[in-house]
Nanobody
């Protein structure tokens, strides 16, 4: 299973970015994906969960981003999104996509991660 993030970049404080994550499977088909999450890791800090969404669309957020970020998914397209508004310098980090369980034509897969996309917010 591959999770590939995109949409990172540099933005000024107060700006917006939308991250995307595409799930795919070489030589196979993904039938379903369980909970999906965005994590981030800032320089010198531990990785932290930013937002989570279940297969039914129920979401939750870290207190630091609640009201500014919105997580969504397209189950048919096997896509995950993160709309980030009113970005702050402390949002600077590498953002990672995670899926806890995937049903595929090649059997179940667990705890898949992308390689990350860098978001840099300047003042």
């Amino acid at each position: 299973v591959q999770l590939v993030e995109s949409g990172g970049g540099s933005v000024q404080a107060g700006g917006s970015l939308t991250l995307s994550c595409a799930a795919s499977l070489s030589s196979g088909v993904i039938f379903s994906i369980g909970d999906m999450r965005w994590y981030r890791q800032a320089p010198g800090k531990q990785r932290e969960m930013v937002a989570t969404i279940d297969i039914g669309g129920v979401s939750d957020y870290a207190p630091s981003v609640k009201g500014r970020f919105a997580i969504s998914r397209d189950n048919a397209k096997k896509m995950l999104y993160l709309q980030m508004n009113n970005l702050k310098t402390e949002d600077t980090a590498v953002y990672y996509c995670n899926a806890d369980r995937l049903g595929t034509s090649r059997g179940p897969r667990y705890d898949a991660w992308g390689e990350g996309t860098l978001v840099t917010v300047s003042s």
